[in-house]
């Protein structure tokens, strides 16, 4: 049974930080590229960024120079560094992992910067 499990989630202070993990069971996690993805409250999901399979990561301009992803294939994890953190990066942030045709969803991990 193919599971991905997000946590890392919860409330910060803006200019705080956090670190999602995205643990993966029942593929061959090496093989996947993985995407991390957030929807805010009222709002669409859309992409954060993504890591491919050698490691080669990239996220979105609006979070450029404060959020890292990388990987550790040997722990089947997927992290997620968010630092600079701002009231508009409250979401839940999922994980998504695909290969081909396959692909699978995490249930999310809710995140909150607030004062």
């Known amino acids: 049974q193919v599971q991905l499990v997000e946590s890392g989630g919860g409330w910060v202070q803006p200019g705080g930080s956090l670190r999602l993990f995205c643990a993966a069971s029942g593929i061959t996690f090496s093989s996947y590229f993985i995407n991390w993805v957030r929807q805010a409250p009222g709002k669409e999901r859309e992409l954060v960024g993504g890591i491919s399979s050698s490691g080669w990561a990239n996220v979105v301009e609006s979070v450029k120079g404060r959020f890292t992803i990388s990987r550790d294939n040997a722990k089947n994890t997927v992290y997620l560094q968010m630092n600079s953190l701002k009231p508009e990066d409250t979401a839940v942030y999922y994980c998504?992992?695909?290969?081909?045709?396959?692909?699978?969803w995490g249930q999310g991990t809710q995140v909150i910067v607030s004062s």
């Open positions: 998504h992992a695909s290969v081909g045709s396959a692909t699978f």
